[in-house]
């Protein structure tokens, strides 16, 4: 059970870390469906927007989500916590 906890946190904060919403995506200040209909139909329209956020996802993706990385980061993660615990 710790294992599972360990990892969805781990993964939780990499996910926060790693996609700022300023850099890949658009920020949704309502948590209305109206402001998020808004928000879609404006990267839609905007083709600037839309291929900014596509690469700086893509970028950000391969950078930090590669299965490699995820793994190193995990037993990091684990690494410190096990320090943490002693």
Known sequence: ????????????QLILK????EKNGI?????????????LIELL???KLRKISRRNRYKCTKENLDFD??????????????????
């Open 45 to 47: 329209l905007n083709d």
């Open 27 to 39: 920020l949704v200040k309502e948590q209305t469906p109206e402001a998020f209909a808004d928000a």
């Open 1 to 12: 059970m710790l294992w599972k906890n360990l990892w969805s946190l781990s993964m939780f």
């Open 18 to 21: 790693q996609y700022s919403m």
């Open 69 to 86: 990385i995820i793994a190193e980061n995990f037993i990091k993660f684990v690494e410190s916590y096990a320090r943490k615990e002693m």
